[in-house]
C-alpha cells in the first residue's frame, strides 16, 4: 500500500503503510562471510532520461544506470541482528523523496529511548521509485545501506511512465495483461494475480529497474502476503510462499538483499520465508503483540529484524510510547523504532 500506513483494528489485522550523520556507531562494511555469491547480472534496458524532482514533488526519473553501481563485487548484503542495538540505526521514509538537506528526512538529530543523539543513519528504506541513483549515491557516500521499497502484490496508478523511465508505466503493463484484481480497502490500488507469469515477468522488471539499477542494497516488498485477503484471485499460501521466493531468488541475481514484510498472522509464513530470505520488516507487532508469531526464524538465523511501530497507535508522547516496547524488542534482538504512519521523516529509535 502506498505511503500512509493504517489499522484495520477491527479485523485485528494491520494493513501496512506504503505507504530519509554515525549513529553512536557507524555501521561498519558488511563482513565477507556475509556476502553471498550471485551469478552475473543480466543487462538493464535503458531507459528515457528525466529530470529529478525537488523535494516534495513528483519525481521523474535519471536514465537508469548500471546494475553494479553501488557495490563492488557480485553478491548480495546479508543484514545482521549482531550488535549491542540489534542491528543499524534505522530511517523509513515513504512519503516524498528524500532529501538529503533535511534533518528530519535523514532522521538525524533525535534522542533514542536511552538518551543518546543520533548523528548518521546505518540504513535507509525509502521509495524505489520516487528517488534517483544519485540519492542512493548519495547514501552510500556516508556509509549507509539502502533499502527499494516496491509493491509485489497490488499495483496503483501512482506513478507515470515518465515518472518510471520506461515506456509504459507497471500499472498499465499489468492492467493491459488482466492481472489486476479487486479493489484494496482504504487504497487506489487493486490486487495482483500472483499467479499469473505476466505479472512475474512484470515485477521482476520493476525490481531490476527501479532497485538494481539505482544501486540499492535490498528491497522491501510491500503485500508480500496477500494470500490472507479477498484478491479476487484463487492464491494459497503455499503460492504466494512460491512467488515471494521467485522474486527473491531474481533479486539476489542482481545483486540485492530481498526481505519479508509483515505476515504476522502466520508463524508458518515466516518459517516457509525465511530460509531464503534476506531480513524481515514488521509493522507494530508490539502493538499487536505479534511479535512471537513472525520475528522468531529470523532471530534464531541471527538476521536483522526491523519493528515500525506508530505514533497514531501508542500515543502522543514519543518518550512514553518508546517506554512501552523498547525494552521487549531489545531484549528480543529486534531493531525497534517509532514512527508516525505518514512515514515523512519522523522517527523516534529505541537505541
Known amino acids: 500500500m ?13 494493513l501496512a503503510g506504503c505507504g ?4 553512536r556507531r557507524s555501521t561498519p562494511s558488511p563482513d565477507p562471510a556475509t556476502i553471498h555469491a550471485a551469478p552475473p547480472v543480466p543487462p538493464v534496458p535503458a531507459v528515457p532520461a528525466a529530470t529529478a524532482a525537488a523535494p516534495g514533488a513528483r519525481a521523474t526519473r535519471p536514465a537508469v544506470a548500471p546494475v553494479t553501481q553501488g557495490r563492488t563485487a557480485p553478491g548480495w548484503w546479508h543484514p545482521s541482528n549482531a550488535g549491542p542495538d540489534n542491528g543499524p540505526e534505522f530511517q523509513w521514509e515513504l512519503d516524498h523523496p528524500l532529501s538529503s538537506g533535511s534533518t ?18 546505518g540504513l535507509y528504506d525509502i521509495d524505489g521509485i520516487l528517488n534517483p541513483a ?20 497490488s499495483a496503483g496508478n501512482y506513478y507515470s511512465a515518465a515518472d518510471e523511465g520506461i515506456a509504459v508505466s507497471y500499472h498499465d503493463q499489468l492492467e493491459a495483461a488482466g492481472d489486476l484484481g479487486d479493489a484494496m480497502p482504504g487504497y487506489p490500488e487493486d490486487y495482483l494475480n500472483i499467479n499469473a507469469p505476466s505479472t512475474v515477468s512484470i515485477i521482476e522488471s520493476m525490481i531490476r529497474q527501479q532497485c538494481a539499477a539505482k544501486g540499492f542494497d535490498a528491497v522491501e516488498p510491500d503485500i508480500d502476503d496477500s494470500y490472507t485477503d479477498d484478491t479476487g484471485f484463487p492464491i494459497t499460501e503455499a503460492q504466494n510462499v512460491a512467488y515471494d521466493r521467485a522474486l527473491g531468488s531474481y533479486a539476489h541475481h542482481l545483486g540485492l538483499a530481498w526481505g519479508q514484510k509483515n505476515g504476522d498472522n502466520d508463524p508458518a509464513f515466516s518459517v ?27 532471530v534464531r538465523a541471527g538476521k536483522l529484524v526491523l519493528d515500525a511501530e506508530y505514533t497514531n497507535d501508542w500515543g502522543s508522547d514519543a518518550a512514553k510510547d518508546l517506554g512501552q516496547f523498547c525494552a521487549a524488542d531489545i531484549s528480543g534482538g529486534i531493531d525497534g523504532t517509532l514512527f508516525t504512519s505518514a512515514l515523512a521523516g519522523e522517527r523516534h529509535p529505541c537505541q
Open 104 to 121: 528530519l528526512d535523514m532522521g538525524t538529530g533525535v534522542l533514542n529511548a536511552a538518551g543518546h543523539w543520533t548523528a548518521r543513519m
Open 2 to 14: 502506498k505511503k500512509t500506513a493504517i489499522v484495520m483494528a477491527a479485523a485485528g489485522l494491520l
Open 272 to 298: 516457509a520465508l525465511e530460509p531464503t530470505t534476506d531480513f524481515l520488516l514488521t509493522e507494530e507487532c508490539r502493538y499487536y503483540q505479534t511479535c512471537e508469531t513472525v520475528t522468531p526464524p529470523y
Open 134 to 153: 544519485s540519492t542512493v549515491a548519495a547514501l552510500h557516500r556516508q556509509g549507509s545501506k539502502v533499502i527499494c521499497y516496491i509493491e509485489i502484490g
Open 20 to 23: 530519509s550523520g554515525a549513529p
